[in-house]
């Protein structure tokens, strides 16, 4: 666990279904968890002494709900997700739906980004001037890391033209439309301070994949 930003903490935790490492995201400011494993370093009572504990879970796509329903049973805190991906929580996982483009709790806004999936969504965090991605992009490997920034390997694409062509346009209406300097990952360590230059690079460069198996 550790603070990246003012107010905000990044930790990676192995996953137990995919077996590499991911990574989830504590927003201080509101009490809001994305895509939440609990962190081996300090478990899940590290929440409970927070100045705030733990508000709203947001997903960023529905294959991200990860250990969310123990943090909901924990404290409480309400599941959302894109509404385009609730078919997937056939049974009874408690998840909410939202459509993007949306306020959510946390100062979070909610904008879609699709390609991979309908419901791959992006957070934007306005006051860490940070954008939050799901699988649309990653970096580094299948176990987490700093590696460059790319797609995902074609394998794991319906259709893999089509799905870059539209990350890419998805990623240049993202590079026009919002102010961020900063990217934080759900596969891979987070980008400070050149989060921005390196989606750019990634748009320019006609985008690129960012391991394989």
């Known amino acids: 666990m550790r603070e990246i930003l ?103 806004t909610a904008l879609e980004l699709g390609g991979i999936c309908p419901d791959d969504t992006v957070l934007h965090v306005a006051y860490a001037s940070a954008l939050a991605f799901a699988d649309g992009i990653v970096r580094g490997g299948p176990d987490g890391g700093d590696g460059q920034l790319g797609f995902v390997p074609d394998s794991l694409m319906d259709d893999p033209p089509a799905t870059k062509r539209a990350l890419l346009d998805g990623l240049g209406r993202l590079l026009e439309d919002v102010q961020f300097e900063n990217v934080l990952l759900a596969h891979g360590a987070p980008l400070i301070g050149d989060g921005r230059e390196r989606v750019q690079e990634l748009v320019d460069a006609g985008g690129r994949t960012a391991f394989e198996f």
Do not use: K, M
């Open 6 to 108: 003012p107010g905000v903490h990044h930790w990676e935790t192995l996953h137990p279904r995919i077996q590499v490492y991911v990574s989830s995201y504590w927003l201080e400011d509101g009490g809001v968890l994305l895509d939440p494993l609990i962190p081996e370093d300090v478990g899940i009572d590290w929440f409970a002494n927070r100045p705030q504990e733990p508000a709203t879970v947001i997903l960023t796509n529905r294959h991200h709900l990860r250990e969310s329903v123990i943090f909901r049973e924990t404290f409480g805190c309400p599941i959302l997700c894109n509404r385009a991906g609730l078919w997937e929580f056939t049974d009874g996982e408690p998840v909410q739906g939202f459509d993007p483009p949306a306020a959510l709790p946390g100062d979070v």
